[in-house]
């Protein structure tokens, strides 16, 4: 799914994003192999609204520049505290040239593993992708329900990718698994011998005195 923003050539480079964050606007650059670095003004609510919805891999045309540009979010710099962004860098994407970028995986189906009590963990969160910018999904799908019993578990070699999408992650990578749950071992009451040794020993002590 491609989606659009429309920019403006940032003349001034020296203010700094914060002073740019609180006037709703992202200072960002967009660069390529055929694409001169061109500092940019973007609004920043326009940006986050895109982020929910294409995340960080979605392909965006750019206008409001002298052409419109496809681009890439190469590098998002977010406020470690707000994590509202603070700069961006767009790598403008050459037409026909296939593109690697980094896709999340959203976990689908229901498990018989989970639901006889075991744990699902998600040991990859996203995946390396080759496409076609046309053709980038914003994120790929992982069937649980592969997950059957315990100790079951789900390879990158087990994952659908869109037509036209390959994934260079290796394929014996572990994507996610049936891991069961640990109980933890119950509490016995325990006497403590020497102690009550120690107890009768006092009475009796006390008992001879007492005579």
Avoid: C, W
Avoid at 72 to 83: A, C, S, W
Avoid at 138 to 158: F, N, P, W, Y
């Amino acid at each position: 799914m491609q989606h659009s923003l429309t920019v403006s050539p940032r003349t001034i480079v020296g203010k700094s994003s914060e002073s740019l964050n609180k006037e709703g606007a992202l200072p960002a650059v967009v660069y390529g192999p055929k694409q001169e670095a061109i500092s940019l003004t973007v609004p920043l609510a326009e940006f986050e609204a895109l982020l929910r919805r294409g995340g960080e891999s979605a392909l965006i045309t750019l206008t409001g520049l002298e052409k419109p540009l496809q681009v890439l979010i190469h590098d998002l710099d977010r406020d470690p505290v707000t994590h509202v962004p603070r700069h961006a860098d767009f790598y403008a994407v050459e037409k026909g040239a296939k593109v690697t970028v980094s896709v999340p995986l959203a976990f689908v189906g229901d498990s018989l593993a989970m639901k006889a009590g075991a744990n699902l963990v998600k040991v990859l969160h996203e995946v390396e992708i080759e496409s076609d910018p046309s053709k980038l999904p914003s994120e790929i799908e992982v069937d649980i329900s592969a997950l059957a019993e315990m100790g079951d578990q789900i390879h990158v070699s087990s994952l659908k990718a869109p037509a036209g999408v390959e994934i260079l992650t290796p394929g014996d990578e572990v994507v996610a698994l049936a891991q069961a749950v640990e109980e933890e071992p119950e509490e016995t009451a325990t006497l403590d011998m020497d102690a009550i040794q120690v107890e009768k020993k006092g009475k009796a002590e006390t008992e001879e005195e007492a005579a």
